[in-house]
C-alpha cells in the first residue's frame, strides 16, 4: 500500500489489541453466564470431552460406527441443553463470542490470506492522522483555495485558474503510476497547499502518502547516515517506496553533497519505478543547476510535468487582512 513500514506495523498493532480487546470481554461475559448458571459449565466441559471421544471414535474404525452414533447423540443432546440454559438466561451463542470490530477478518487484517478492508482502511486513518499533525492537512483542500488573491493581476489570476483545474483533474485520476509534477514559482502562491490538496486525494484513494519539506528530510537523512552507515534507514526507505512522495521547498535545505546525492537517488529511483513524486521550490533552471547539479535538474525537467505558480504572496495578503 505504500504506506511504509511502521505505518503497517501500527496497524498491524491496533488490530490485535482490538482482537485482545473484544475476546477478553466475551471471556468476562462467559464467566458472568457460568457464574449464574454453573450447570452451563458443566454441560460445556461434557461438550468437549464427548468431541475428543468422537474424534477417538473415527480414528478406530469400522468397529467404531455404533459407539460414534451414541456419542453424536449425546453431543445434539448436551448442545439443546446448553441452548436451554443461554435462553433461560435471555442470550444467544453469539452473545458469548467475542464482538470483532471487522467480523470479516476477525480483527487479524486478513482474509484468505488476503489485506483485508479493514487493514487498508486503518492504514490511511494512521496515514492521515501522521500527516495531519505535522501540516493542516483538513484546511489545504480544492475547497479552500481560493483565487480571490489573484485577481488583481488578470493575468495570474487565468495563470492560477487553469493550475486550480489541472490539479483538480490531477487528483481525481492519480494512480501509482501517475506523472510526476514540479510546482514552479515564488514564495506564498499556493504550491503548499494544492499539493496537501492532491494528498488528501490521494489518502481518500488509499494511497500511502509521505510529506515534507526538502530541510526535513535531508535532516533524517543526515541522522540516519552518521547512525547506521550510508546505506539508508527508515526515511529512505519511505522515500522511495510510498505511492505518493511530496517533497516541498526543494532548494531550502541546508546543502550538503550527500543530501543532494541521495535527493537525486530517491527522485531518480522513483522516476524508473513510475512512482509519482511532487516537487514544489522557488528555485529557477539556472538555480537549480547551480544549486544541485546540471543532471539532477535536467532528471527532473526532463521528466516532470512543470507547473508554474504566479502572482503575489498569498501570505502577505492574508496577513494584511487580519490586521485591518
Not at 214 to 231: H, I, M
Not at 260 to 285: C, G, H, K, M, W
Request: proline share 3%; with cysteine; hydrophobic share 35%.
Amino acid at each position: 500500500m505504500g504506506y511504509g513500514a511502521k505505518i503497517y506495523q501500527q496497524a498491524r498493532e491496533e488490530l490485535e489489541r482490538r482482537r485482545s480487546q473484544a475476546e477478553a470481554q466475551a471471556a468476562r461475559r462467559r464467566e458472568d453466564f457460568y457464574r449464574r448458571c454453573p450447570r452451563a459449565r458443566e454441560v460445556k466441559q461434557e461438550m468437549a470431552q464427548n468431541a475428543s471421544h468422537i474424534a477417538r471414535a473415527v480414528l478406530a474404525g469400522e468397529n467404531a460406527r455404533a459407539a460414534m452414533e451414541r456419542l453424536r447423540d449425546r453431543d445434539q443432546t448436551l448442545r439443546q441443553e446448553y441452548q436451554a440454559l443461554l435462553q433461560k438466561e435471555g442470550l444467544s451463542p453469539q452473545d458469548l463470542e467475542p464482538r470483532y470490530a471487522c467480523p470479516r477478518c476477525g480483527d487479524t487484517g486478513f482474509v484468505d490470506g488476503k489485506l483485508c478492508s479493514c487493514l487498508r482502511q486503518l492504514q490511511r486513518s494512521l496515514a492521515y492522522e501522521k500527516l495531519s499533525m505535522d501540516v493542516p492537512l483538513d484546511r489545504c483542500t480544492f475547497g479552500t483555495f481560493s483565487l480571490d488573491y489573484y485577481k488583481d493581476d488578470p493575468r495570474a489570476h487565468r495563470q492560477m485558474e487553469a493550475v486550480l483545474r489541472f490539479c483538480q483533474d490531477y487528483a481525481a485520476r492519480l494512480r501509482k503510476n501517475s506523472p510526476s509534477l514540479l510546482f514552479k514559482g515564488a514564495t506564498g502562491l499556493g504550491k503548499t497547499h494544492l499539493s496537501l490538496a492532491i494528498a488528501n486525494a490521494a489518502l481518500e484513494k488509499g494511497l500511502g502518502v509521505v510529506y515534507g519539506s526538502a530541510q526535513s528530510f535531508a535532516v533524517a537523512l543526515e541522522k540516519e547516515r552518521f547512525q547506521r552507515g550510508e546505506e539508508g534507514g527508515d526515511t529512505n526507505a519511505q522515500l522511495l517506496e510510498c505511492d505518493l512522495l511530496i517533497l516541498d521547498d526543494l532548494g531550502a535545505e541546508f546543502p550538503s553533497q550527500y543530501v543532494n546525492a541521495a535527493l537525486y537517488n530517491v527522485v531518480n529511483a522513483r522516476i524508473l519505478a513510475e512512482r509519482p513524486t511532487i516537487i514544489s521550490t522557488n528555485l529557477n533552471l539556472k538555480e537549480l543547476e547551480d544549486r544541485y547539479s546540471p543532471r539532477f535538474a535536467s532528471r527532473i525537467l526532463g521528466a516532470f510535468g512543470t507547473v508554474e505558480f504566479l502572482g503575489s504572496d498569498v501570505r502577505v495578503q492574508k496577513l494584511k487582512e487580519r490586521r485591518g
